[in-house]
């Protein structure tokens, strides 16, 4: 194989790696906000 080939293939195999990391990462620390915040922000 080509030498550009296998690091077309290497950096491509890392980044979906990263992304799923990242995805399951954002899934697990998710914060959700309170409705009441935004209720008390408007009255203030």
């Known amino acids: ?5 296998v ?3 290497s950096l491509g ?6 992304a799923v990391i990242l995805y399951v ?4 620390f998710a914060v959700y906000e309170d409705p009441r915040i935004a209720q008390v922000a408007e009255v203030l």
């Open 25 to 28: 990462a954002s899934k697990k």
């Open 13 to 18: 195999a890392i980044g979906l790696i990263s």
């Open 7 to 9: 690091a077309v293939i």
């Open 1 to 5: 194989m080509s030498l550009i080939l």
